[in-house]
T-cell receptor, first 115, second 115 residues
Framework: NAGVTQTPKFRVLKTGQSMTLLCAQD?????MYWYRQDPGMGLRLIHY???????AKGEVPDGYNVSRLKKQNFLLGLESAAPSQTSVYFC??????????????FGSGTQLSVL | AQKVTQAQTEISVVEKEDVTLDCVYE???????LFWYKQPPSGELVFLIR??????QNEISGRYSWNFQKSTSSFNFTITASQVVDSAVYFC????????????FGAGTRLFVKA
């Protein structure tokens, strides 16, 4: 049981390049989230999805797009990368509301540098 | 608006000292969950504890204890007899029971435990 898997783990981009980060979970979770972590700012929600085919904006969505074509995958896209998007990106998932197992399941993170 | 405040940016202690990490949250929702996550130098996010808004009972797990007080909107975390392995960034987080069960994180407290 792999849990939440993020690919790639590291990436360096030049300004203006595009890329897609993949998040895959094998726990049949309904909800999936993309966060970015910056020093002194904790984790901030970029986009999230409450089910296959649905997406919604979080706290810092500008410059990112997402898709959830399959329940197990949640893709985060950067169409034209900017240095301000240099960050560590975490994907997370969770099941439908459960009183006894309420928590997020995190991937191991992707370190992205935009030069 | 929902918010989580961790006023302590960094704390440095000597091994075997006790240390308390503060967390203050804001929400108008009556049903919510509070969490603490640990991020060791390796970077992954480790779930430590969950408390729901209806359960103000304090909890102790080994050297860790948590004090939840709704009257002051606080959910503080104490490590007793700290060890070098406790060195990490600790995040307090709030999950709402509505709108996609989004989780809001505090900025984190970096704890240094010196031998």
């Amino acid at each position: 049981n792999a849990g939440v898997t993020q690919t790639p783990k590291f990436r360096v981009l030049k300004t203006g390049q595009s890329m897609t980060l993949l998040c895959a979970q094998d726990m049949n979770h309904e909800y999936m989230y993309w966060y970015r972590q910056d020093p002194g700012m904790g984790l901030r929600l970029i986009h999230y999805s409450v089910g296959e085919g649905t997406t919604a904006k979080g706290e810092v969505p500008d410059g990112y797009n997402v898709s959830r074509l399959k329940k197990q995958n949640f893709l985060l896209g950067l169409e034209s990368a900017a240095p301000s998007q240099t960050s560590v990106y975490f994907c997370a998932s969770r099941p439908i509301f459960q009183t006894t197992n309420e928590k997020l399941f995190f991937g191991s993170g992707t370190q992205l540098s935009v030069l | 608006a929902q918010k989580v405040t961790q006023a302590q940016t960094e704390i440095s202690v000597v091994e075997k000292e006790d240390v308390t990490l503060d967390c203050v949250y804001e929400t108008r929702d009556t049903t919510y969950y509070l969490f603490w996550y640990k991020q060791p130098p390796s970077g992954e996010l480790v779930f430590l504890i969950r408390r729901n808004s209806f359960d103000e009972q304090n909890e102790i797990s080994g050297r860790y204890s948590w004090n939840f007080q709704k009257s002051t909107s606080s959910f503080n975390f104490t490590i007793t007899a700290s060890q070098v392995v406790d060195s990490a960034v600790y995040f307090c987080a709030l999950t709402l029971n509505t709108g996609g069960f989004k989780t809001i994180f505090g900025a984190g407290t970096r704890l240094f435990v010196k031998a």
